[in-house]
């Protein structure tokens, strides 16, 4: 049971060029999100996904691009990159619990670096 | 709008010392609170959560949280304070049967110790 699981861990891009983040989790959990950190600003939401098939956008989508395909995986496409976009990738997840007792999963953090 | 304030950028204590952060909330009804740690370079845990109850929770490495629905806060305690609890805290909340489960994030403290 590897948790969140998020690919690559850092990545060097230059402006314009595209790539894309893997999140997979082994957990069966519906629910996955990306968020990104960036210094004095706390962690803010890109995009999240409530299930299989389906995307939603957060705080701060403009930019970024997700398809949630497969259960397990959540993948964050970025089409052309920004010097912005530099900062450090989370993916959580998260399963919906009888009790309520509904708490996120994080992965390690990818980070991005735009040139 | 759903929000969650961390009043304070930075803190400075002398190790030995008390410590508690700040966190309020604005939420239309009473959200999930948390807060996480993070360590240089690293990921993001869970210190302790929230849900109902008790107002006085307990976590993990000797942390404590109080839930003051008055004051709309959930601040973190900790008697007396470790050289390796320097770090970053995060307080969080998550609506309350919320069909989405955001999590969001206040814009963290900064926890610097003194010997």
């Known amino acids: 049971n590897a948790g969140v699981t998020q690919t690559p861990k850092f990545r060097v891009l230059k402006t314009g060029q595209s790539m894309t983040l893997l999140c997979a989790q082994d957990?069966?959990?519906?629910?996955m999100y990306w968020y990104r950190q960036d210094p004095g600003m706390g962690l803010r939401l890109i995009h999240y996904?409530?299930?299989?098939?389906?995307?939603a956008k957060g705080e701060v989508p403009d930019g970024y691009n997700v398809s949630r395909l497969k259960k397990q995986n959540f993948l964050l496409g970025l089409e052309s990159a920004a010097p912005s976009q530099t900062s450090v990738y989370f993916c959580?997840?998260?399963?919906?619990?009888?009790?309520?007792?509904?708490?996120?999963?994080f992965g390690a953090g990818s980070r991005l670096t735009v040139l | 709008a759903q929000s969650v304030t961390q009043p304070d950028i930075h803190i400075t204590v002398s190790e030995g010392a008390s410590l508690e952060l700040r966190c309020n909330y604005s939420?239309?009804?009473?959200?999930?609170l948390f807060w996480y740690v993070q360590s240089p370079g690293q990921g993001l845990q869970l210190l302790l959560k929230?849900?109902?109850?008790?107002?006085l929770v307990q976590g993990i490495k000797g942390f404590e949280a109080e839930f003051k629905r008055s004051q709309s806060s959930f601040n973190l305690r900790k008697p007396s304070v470790h050289w390796s609890d320097a770090a970053e805290y995060f307080c969080?909340?998550?609506?309350?049967?919320?069909?989405?489960?955001?999590?969001?994030f206040g814009t963290g403290t900064l926890l610097a110790v003194q010997p």
């Open positions: 959580a997840s998260l399963v919906e619990t009888v009790s309520g007792a509904n708490v996120l999963t």
């Open positions: 957990m069966n959990h519906e629910y």
């Open positions: 996904s409530v299930g299989e098939g389906t995307t």
């Open positions: 939420y239309g009804a009473t959200p999930y």
């Open positions: 929230y849900f109902s109850g008790d107002t």
């Open positions: 969080a909340a998550m609506n309350y049967g919320g069909a989405t489960n955001k999590l969001i």
